[in-house]
């Protein structure tokens, strides 16, 4: 969340929405048989460790 208290309660209504959003398209997804993984900027970083994530996520939906 923003630090300054102006325009404070626009970025939460958004980020709200936005999180109920990307939740509905995650639900629709797996509703139709896909697995979904989020994966966040933060964890891009790190290309060993990203790679690792998705091999996990992909050796999980082979099973």
């Given at each position: 969340m923003p630090k300054s208290p102006e325009r404070r309660e626009y970025w939460r209504?958004?980020?709200?929405?936005?999180?109920?959003?990307?939740?509905?398209h995650r639900d629709a997804l797996?509703?139709?048989?896909?697995?979904?993984?989020v994966i966040w900027e933060c964890e891009t970083t790190d290309a060993e460790r990203l790679a690792?994530?998705?091999?996990?996520?992909?050796?999980?939906?082979?099973q």
């Open positions: 209504k958004k980020f709200e929405g936005n999180v109920m959003r990307d939740q509905q797996e509703r139709m048989g896909w697995t979904t993984l690792a994530l998705l091999r996990r996520f992909l050796d999980g939906a082979n």
